[in-house]
């Protein structure tokens, strides 16, 4: 990610990041500046988010829960599609569901990954942060009181 920023897009790592909406959003927009490098794109749940890309690519994807696997499967084909597009070498996500199936599939597909679990998961990991685990290069936690030894890491806050 150290990338020349003046740098022609096609040498800069290619990023996604992807979040579903809301406080997922809020801190997925806080890690932005460490992507400076970056050939970024981002995904999200909302249309109205579409703003907040900037210049930068911006997709909308289906938001879903456990509780529709209908929806499920319509948002893999629609991450399925941002990531053959796009083609990243980082994936990034602070969740829930969005950036979950992006995580696995990145990692299927090549990509280095980073999963940041939500800042409101307090006394304990995210569904979607612990689903995730095994596709992470790098796994982290904004409470130190969830770092473990074998993850994930606490590396701060964004918030």
Known sequence: M???AGAPAAARVRALAISSGGGHWVQLLRVLPALADCDLALASVR???RHDAGPRRFYVVRDATRWNPFGVAALVF?????MLRERPQLVISTGAAPGCLAIALGRLLGAR?????SMANVERLSLSGRL?????GLWLTQWP???KPRGPEFAGRVL
């Open 78 to 82: 629609d991450v399925l599609r941002v």
């Open 132 to 136: 995730v685990r095994p596709f992470c």
């Open 145 to 147: 009181q969830l770092a």
């Open 2 to 4: 150290s990338a020349d």
């Open 47 to 49: 249309e109205a988010y």
């Open 113 to 117: 990954t980073i999963w940041l679990d």
